[in-house]
């Protein structure tokens, strides 16, 4: 619960405001959001009678503002300061006036007033709304291929081959390795090396029904508090698969995969020579495929994963690289963004980015926080300007078709035959790993 004394972020306030539209009881909405029962009382008695423009706080000093009692040339000397030192916060400043500029202290403001002088100012960093990534519901695994763990080791030095990053997946509830790949040359392997690792997984073993990630930038999108998906995650929706992530800085919620991690580095990396890495993967391929028919698993009471769930030699779910562009639904993509919620500030254009894509509304909306949610039925974004003050905008959602969320995939399958040239790039072994996908 929050403690006394701390503001209620505008997104929560919003979502106050809708769980009471929805017919929800203050009680209800204070157990479901964590929150003190007056707090979400006072929110949702201001959202029924002013709306959204009611929900925008309006706390703080009179019109006046921030160090309206002390000399202009204080104030000046204080802006002049912070924009040579765009780095210093309300304390260096403080400081750097009285043992660099000879002030003394009792002529000066306080920490705080200096620091809500600068944020009236517009000289300090403009923070975002937090608002996470619509997720799964927690579930109980009780069948393989249910939930799969992925994840990437650090890189190795492997002899024969150099250095690779070798990606893992497995099964949950089974504990059936599902996939090894290496990534030639690369500490942190790229989406399009995902993509390939999936794409070999699924042609395999079938499609998973839930797959859990960390919050690595392939994955998770770590530069805003109001995340948008990225292009794997939503390449998985749009087939049908759940996706979900482990808390942050939490390697216990992946237990499986890192332990997968060692087996792998023990079973095929240590101490062994590759000629090159072709013949790396295709070992990987074949130990796997022994540890996973042979060698005993003290937790599947010293069975092999397919000797105590033979039923995990498929998921049921068919895939092949052929019948991709068909499977992809993005259907599945609009009903999960209507899930969710965003907040992006306008920059001095009246712009904001989303997805990597730029989007415009209105100058007027210049430097401002506005709220987006998702319209299925237009495929439109609907941005809100804080506080409900103007109408809400429409602007078409860019970059979602089933091409673009194939990547790769779709370029290789109108390519016609070419030679390739050594050494191999990364480019160049996915090139003879999607060749050999194609054929199969």
Request: glycine letters at 8%.
């Amino acid at each position: 619960m929050k403690r006394q004394g701390q503001t209620t972020p505008y997104a929560v306030r919003v979502k106050i405001g809708e769980l009471a539209n929805e017919g929800k009881t203050d009680a209800q909405i204070a157990v479901e959001l964590g929150d003190n029962y007056w707090t979400v009382r006072k929110w949702r008695r201001r959202f029924q009678q002013q709306g959204k423009a009611g929900l925008v706080s309006t706390m703080g000093r009179p019109v006046k503002g921030a160090l309206s009692t002390f000399s202009a040339t204080i104030c000046s000397v204080i802006r002049r300061v912070r924009a040579a030192h765009p780095g210093w916060g309300a304390d260096s400043i403080l400081a750097s006036l009285i043992w660099d500029e000879g002030w003394s202290l009792a002529e000066l403001p306080s920490r705080s007033s200096i620091a809500a002088f600068l944020k009236q100012s517009g000289l300090t960093k403009q923070y975002g709304y937090s608002s996470p990534l619509p997720e799964p519901e927690e579930q109980t695994i009780t069948k393989p291929h249910q939930e799969w763990e992925l994840d990437a080791m650090g890189d190795q030095k492997v002899k024969g081959v150099g250095a690779i990053s070798l990606i893992n997946i497995i099964d949950v509830f089974s504990s059936l390795k599902v996939e090894s790949y290496p990534c030639l040359n690369q500490r942190n392997p790229s989406t399009p090396e995902y993509y390939l690792t999936l794409r070999r997984a699924f042609l395999k073993f079938g499609l998973p029904e839930r797959i859990t990630f960390d919050h690595g930038t392939v994955f998770y999108d770590n530069t805003s508090p109001s995340p948008w998906p990225t292009k794997l995650h939503l390449w998985l929706i749009a087939l049908g698969i759940e996706v979900s992530f482990t808390r942050k800085r939490c390697p216990t919620d992946h237990a499986r995969v890192e332990r997968m991690h060692q087996t792998m580095d023990g079973q095929a990396l240590k101490g062994q020579t590759w000629s090159d890495p072709e013949a790396l993967w295709e070992g990987l391929d074949r130990r796997r495929e022994m540890l996973n028919a042979h060698l005993p698993v003290r937790t599947l009471d010293r069975q092999s994963p397919l000797l105590a769930y033979p039923t995990a030699v498929h998921s049921q779910r068919p895939y092949q690289t052929a019948w991709e562009q068909e499977m992809l639904q993005l259907n599945r993509i609009y009903s999960y963004l209507e899930s969710g919620r965003w907040f992006r500030r306008m920059n001095k254009g009246g712009n904001f980015s989303l997805g990597g894509y730029s989007y415009r509304t209105c100058w007027r909306w210049h430097s401002q926080m506005v709220e987006i949610t998702f319209d299925a039925q237009t495929v439109t974004l609907v941005c809100t300007l804080e506080g409900g003050s103007e109408s809400p905008m429409r602007v078409p959602l860019q970059g979602f078709s089933e091409a673009e969320l194939m990547g790769e995939l779709s370029v290789f399958e109108r390519l016609p035959d070419f030679q390739l040239s050594l050494p191999w790039s990364a480019e160049t072994w996915r090139a003879i790993a999607y060749a050999e996908l194609l054929a199969a």
